[in-house]
């Protein structure tokens, strides 16, 4: 799987031996991008320091690497040189790799085939270990670097366990604070604060949405359900809105005598007035036959409300009544 792309690329010798590094053409690109700064890391890594062993060069590059806002891992060794590289590489697991000296692999492994690589060899003189750096690509990253220092986090992560808690806790309605401390408790180890939760829950509702603001869900929502609506809108803003299901227009139009409108102030965030319409059975069943939006309670306003009934009611039909608490 490994370097698949390289491979199809180059002359086809060595397919299936280790030696990529020293095989790839100088001027191919890393197709993978997580957010790559482009920058070519390598020059943070020239040293003319001999190591005294293998472990001594590698914990030398691991700092200049943490101190570059990535991490280094070792990958494995071949040919006696030690390869290190981005913990966000894949690792190699084939023959070359050293079960002893190969880190454990990380289980909430971040790896994007990044193909930054630096090698430990013993220098060619004699005794001693040096830093060894490939040609540029390998220099460079194919993601973001860490911007988060704790626990190697991006800020917006939240492990899929954590997820799947604030998930479950918030179809089950249950606050941010309370939802942060359920995951404090049961991952403590992800130092998880309130920005994580709240950017978490925000993109779960965009996705619900699918990217739609809440006035647009609204009016997909009454449009999956078959609502006949209409929206007025103002600059793009919208200013009116009016709804009414189906079934209410049918009985609207077999009992269109008499008709109220009953006029809620400041109960919903848009501190628009809500406006209920009803109509009322031979019987004195009240039934919802519309609501609306306005933004005001201007005569102007209601005469639009009034137009969108209209247009359920037909032109035919005049109710003897329309009974309002305002006049
Ligand atoms: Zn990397």
New binding site residues.
């Given amino acids: 799987m490994r370097n698949n792309f390289y491979m199809a690329e180059t002359t086809g010798r060595n397919s299936n031996s280790q030696e990529t590094y020293a095989i790839l053409a100088p001027t191919m690109i890393p197709l993978l991008d997580f957010g790559s700064d482009g920058i070519n890391y390598n020059p943070k890594f020239v040293t003319s320091e001999i190591f005294s062993s293998d472990d001594a060069a590698f914990e030398w590059a691991r700092n200049i690497a943490i101190s570059n806002d990535?991490k280094l891992v070792k990958s494995s060794w071949k040919r006696g040189e030690l390869y290190l590289r981005?913990?966000?590489?894949e690792r190699n697991r084939g023959k070359g790799r050293n079960l002893e000296t190969a880190e454990r692999p990380n289980t909430k492994t971040q790896a994007c085939g990044?193909k930054?690589l630096i090698k430990v060899a013993p220098c060619k003189d004699g005794e001693g270990w040096n830093i060894v750096l490939g040609p540029e690509q390998h220099g460079i990253?194919?993601?973001e670097l860490i911007t988060y220092r704790e626990g190697n986090r991006q800020m917006s992560g939240l492990s899929l366990g954590a997820k799947q808690l604030v998930r479950d806790m918030s179809s089950a309605q249950a606050r941010p604070n309370v939802i942060l401390a359920a995951v404090q408790e049961q991952f403590p180890e992800e130092n998880t604060n309130r920005r994580h939760i709240y950017n978490f829950r925000d993109r779960m509702r965009r996705n619900d949405a699918e990217g739609r603001d809440s006035i647009s869900q609204f009016l997909h929502l009454a449009k999956e359900s078959d609502y006949l609506h209409y929206i007025r809108e103002e600059a793009h803003v919208v200013t009116h809105a009016f709804m009414a299901h189906p079934t209410s227009v049918k009985l609207l139009r077999t009992y269109p005598w008499v008709i109220g409108m009953d006029s809620t102030y400041k109960t919903n965030i848009y501190k628009m007035p809500f406006l209920e319409i009803c109509g009322v059975t031979p019987c004195n069943k009240n039934f919802l036959i519309a609501y609306a939006f306005k933004k005001d309670e201007t005569a102007e306003s209601y005469g639009w409300v009034l137009d969108k009934l209209r247009l359920l009611l037909g032109n035919e039909v005049h109710p003897t009544a329309i009974v309002t608490d305002r006049e």
């Fill in positions: 990535f981005c913990n966000r590489g990044c930054f990253h194919n993601h």
